[in-house]
């Protein structure tokens, strides 16, 4: 609601929008509430329309793990201020509860999606597609044939997110895809 809001409030749209793991299911709900202020969507390195129970605990592991790496906690430090480890803790305890209480990313049906979609992502993800080889082909393929319509994009190298791993290569396969 906070994006289609920045939207509204900005006189924007339709508008193209890319989001990268949690951030693409927020661009896909902004989708679904409000297909005609959103043209796009590229979603990149997310999990699907269901949490994976694995996922939710190695993120628990992992952010608990990187509150001790010194190059982590200057990241945190950077992104959040004097508060960052809380603002860490918060954002793993929502995900554990969303994970344990609701389970589901899409709060309307994937088959009411309009706007055209890209999904990316990496097959050597560590966060997702260790989990499950071909995760990324399976998951986003069911997805795509409740859709009916959209794209699909796997790097064959690189890590969570896609995007950031795999910049240049992800730019070019943007691009293609918003100026198609």
């Not at 994976?52 to 992104?79: C, G, H, I, P, W």
């Not at 994009?153 to 690189?158: A, E, V, Y």
Request: include cysteine.
């Amino acid at each position: 609601m906070q994006v289609i809001g920045l939207i509204k409030a900005g006189g924007y749209g339709p508008v193209d929008i890319i989001g990268s793991s949690g951030g693409a299911l927020a661009a896909v709900n902004a989708a679904l509430e409000a297909p005609d202020l959103v043209r796009r969507v590229i979603a990149d390195s997310f999990e699907g329309e269901t949490t994976l129970k694995a996922f939710t605990q190695n993120v628990v592991e992992d952010r608990e793990a990187s509150k001790r790496d010194e190059n982590a906690r200057m990241f945190y430090y950077y992104m959040h201020g004097d508060d960052w480890e809380q603002v860490v803790d918060n954002d793993t305890e929502a995900i554990r509860r969303h994970d344990e209480t609701i389970g589901r990313f899409f709060h309307k049906p994937l088959e009411t999606l309009k706007p055209d979609i890209l999904m990316t992502g990496s097959k050597e993800d560590e966060f997702i597609c260790a989990l499950e080889p071909g995760f990324f082909e399976r998951v986003y393929g069911d997805m795509i044939r409740k859709i009916g319509h959209g794209e699909i994009h796997l790097f064959d190298t690189g890590g969570h997110p896609a995007m950031l791993s795999n910049p240049e290569a992800f730019l070019e396969r943007s691009r293609r895809f918003l100026e198609s």
